[in-house]
C-alpha cells in the first residue's frame, strides 16, 4: 500500500492542554503534565509551567523572534482565549479568580483576528467564522510589528471505494498555510496564503462515491470522485479598522479566495478538519472555499458579522497549478452571530453565475444555514459538532437540498474519533450513463445518504510536528433505482497517515 501526504487546517490538539494546564491550580499541573505529555517533546512542554506565573514570565516570549519562543506565545494566547470558555463553561467556580487575572495579562498580545477586535481563535477560512471557543493551532513568529503563523497538515490516504462505480487510489491531500498580521492605525492589515499539494494526485482526484461537482478534463463531469484542490487555496488580503472595543468594518479581497457563503469550509472547520474525504455535500454548503476573484466588505457588532462578497461564480478549472481569471460576476451575502462562546451559527445566499463549466447555461442560487458547537471540556478534550443545510437552486434546473451532520471527539490530544452523516438530493449521477439526459437539462432527482466513521491515533514526532495513523469507514443509503450502479450495498474505506505541522 502506498501512503502519501495530505493536508488541512485548525488541526485542534495541544490547546486544550495548553489552556487546562492554565486554569488549573499549581499542584494539578505537574500532575496534568505527566500524563498528557508522556512522550511529548521537552521544548513543547517545557515553557508552560511558566505561564500561570505572571506577566513578567510573558513578555520575553512577546519580543522573541524564534519559532520555539513564539510558539510558547501562539499557545499562551490560545490558552487566554479558551479560558473565557472556561469562565463561561463548568469551570466557573474554580478558576474565575485567577482567569480573570490571566485574561487581563493575555490580551495585550494576542494574535488578533483579521476582521474584527477579537481573538484569532474566531477566524476560518475566508471570512468565515467559528466559535470563539474554537482551538488555534500554529507556530508562531513576531517580527518587528508582523506577527506570523504558520501551520501545515499532511494525510497520505489509501482510498478505497467499494462496487463497480468505486475505484482505489493512494494520493496526496492537505494544505499548507501561513498568515501575517499588522497593526495600521486603528486597523488591522492581515494577509493568508493557502497552498494544496491535491494537484499532483491528478486532475480526476480520489474515488468519492456520491460526490459530483467540476471536472478532469474540460469534457467529463466528475461523478463519483472529488476533485483535486488547486494548488492554490486562498491568496488573501484584508484590513480591518476598528469602529469601537466590539466593533469593526472590514474589506477582503482574494485570488483566489472565499466569499461569504456557507459554512467554514469542511477543512477549516474543527468537526471535519480531521476527516481527509471531502463531504458529499461540498457543492451544496463550501464549494466557494477556492475562489479566483473575491471583494468582500463587512461589518462586525460584538459577536455579529454581516458581510458581503462580489466574486466569479465559476468554479475553478481542470487546470489546478495556476491563477485563473477574475471576475466579479456573482454575489452572497452572510449573517453570522457567535451567541456563546461554543456556538457560531450563520445563514447565507448567492447568487452563482455559470458555475459549471459543463453545464455554463446553468446558473445557481445556493442558501445555506449552519450551527457550529465547540466544546473543550475536562482537561484536554474537545467535542466539536457541525449541522449544515444547503439549497442549490438551478435555473435553469432541480432545487436539490443536501443535509450535514459531522461531529469530532479528541480525547486527550491523542485519540480523535469523527463520524459525517450526510443526505443530498442529486441530479447529476447518472449524467453519464447512456440514454440518460444531457448536462444542464432537468435530470430526475435521487435523494442519497452517506456515513462515515473513523478514527486516529496521534504521536509526537519532533518539535511541532505530529504523526497520526487513522482510518475511516463509509456506508450509503441509495434509493432503488440507483442500487443496480452502485452494486447493491458498497462499503468503502480510507486509511491514512498524516503529518501535523503546528
Ligand atoms: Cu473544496
Known sequence: MRLIFAVSCFLPLTFAYASAQEAMPKDMHHDHHEHAAPSSPKKETAPEPKQPKGPADEKPADKKTTSHSNHIHGRTKVSAAKHQGHREGRHQAHTGGMDQGHEGMHEAHEMKGFLGPYPMNREASGTSWLPDATPHEGIHQTYGEWMLMEHALINGVYDHQGGPRGGNKAFVGGMVMGMAERTVGDGTLGFRAMLSPDPFMGPSGYPLLLATGETADGRTPLIDRQHPHDLFMELAGSYSHKLSPTSSVFVYAGLPGEPALGPAAFMHRTSGVDIPEAPITHHWLDSTHITF??????LVLDNWKIEASSFRGREPDQHRFDIEEPKLDSYSARLTWNPIRELSLQ??????HSPEQLSPEVNEDRITASATYTQPFAQNNLWSTTFAWGRKMNHPGNTLDGFLL??????????????????????????????????GTRMPVFTVNKVSIGGIYDVPVADHLKLGIGGLVSKYALPSTLKPFYGGDPTSFMVFLRLELS
Request: hydrophobic share 45%.
Open 347 to 352: 445563514v447565507s445566499a448567492g447568487h452563482l
Open 293 to 298: 476573484g473575491v471583494v468582500t466588505a463587512g
Open 406 to 439: 459531522e461531529s469530532e471527539l479528541i480525547f486527550n490530544r491523542t485519540y480523535t474519533l469523527f463520524m459525517r452523516a450526510e443526505r443530498v438530493a442529486e441530479d447529476e449521477l447518472l449524467e453519464n450513463v447512456a440514454g440518460m439526459p444531457e448536462t
